[in-house]
T-cell receptor, first 111, second 119 residues
Framework: SQQGEEDPQALSIQEGENATMNCSYKTSINNLQWYRQNSGRGLVHLIL?????REKHSGRLRVTLDTSKKSSSLLITASRAADTASYFC???????????FGQGTRLTINP | EPEVTQTPSHQVTQMGQEVILRCVPISNHLYFYWYRQILGQKVEFLVS????????KSEIFDDQFSVERPDGSNFTLKIRSTKLEDSAMYFCASSYLTSATHVSYNEQFFGPGTRLTVL
């Protein structure tokens, strides 16, 4: 399948530190997106990176994409308690618009 | 800022009953989707809808499920006879799919979800 898989499954850091989450996928993609989900809530779109892009920034977020390794990373700099959430990568490709999600990384920011 | 809305936020139903989950996608979006997330599991694709017809569906989306765009704004998911295993969070999403340099731009925006509990 095309699914993205994140690692680590859980990450706990101190406020102010940087958090890095990784995502791997198996097949060719058109886009890779990162979403945030607070416990029991909806999915908030963070950033989309296209298959022909290598890096993208949005505020404190930096996303990289390495299509040769079929992997992506999400870096959150200067983390805040409000960043505590689950983070998912989702891919689409092979002529389909549907998103295939990974299991997510549970990020905890300790004050 | 435009957003996807969903109603109700929580629906409790008895097994075998029909439920309709409602969504209002972002107004200028062309593609609509339903996903679900069983508690503690990953988000799973159910169906995509474009130009008033289903464009893709997953194995989960069997004959018990149907989707409809009854007017210019609403997008609904109907589960005809609910089962216990249908208990999940159901998310609606929409996107304005464009093409640029042969690469699709498929940014999907999700609603807050409807938590369906089947007893």
């Amino acid at each position: 399948s095309q699914q993205g898989e994140e690692d680590p499954q859980a990450l706990s850091i101190q406020e102010g530190e940087n958090a890095t989450m990784n995502c791997s996928y198996k097949t060719s993609i058109n886009n890779l997106q990162w979403y945030r989900q607070n416990s029991g809530r909806g999915l908030v779109h963070l950033i989309l990176i296209r298959s022909n892009e290598r890096e993208k920034h949005s505020g404190r977020l930096r996303v990289t994409l390495d299509t040769s390794k079929k992997s992506s990373s999400l870096l959150i700099t200067a983390s805040r308690a409000a960043d505590t959430a689950s983070y998912f990568c989702a891919t689409d490709g092979q002529g389909a618009q549907k998103l295939v999600f990974g299991q997510g990384t549970r990020l905890t920011i300790n004050p | 800022e435009p957003e996807v809305t969903q109603t109700p936020s929580h629906q409790v139903t008895q097994m075998g009953q029909e439920v309709i989950l409602r969504c209002v996608p972002i107004s200028n979006h062309l593609y609509f989707y339903w996903y679900r997330q069983i508690l503690g599991q990953k988000v799973e694709f159910l169906v995509s809808f474009y130009n008033n017809e289903i464009s893709e569906k997953s194995e989960i989306f069997d004959d018990q499920f149907s989707v409809e765009r009854p007017d210019g704004s609403n997008f609904t998911l109907k589960i005809r006879s609910t089962k216990l295993e249908d208990s999940a969070m159901y998310f609606c999403a929409s996107s304005y799919l464009t093409s640029a340099t042969h690469v699709s731009y498929n940014e999907q925006f999700f609603g807050p979800g409807t938590r369906l509990t089947v007893l």
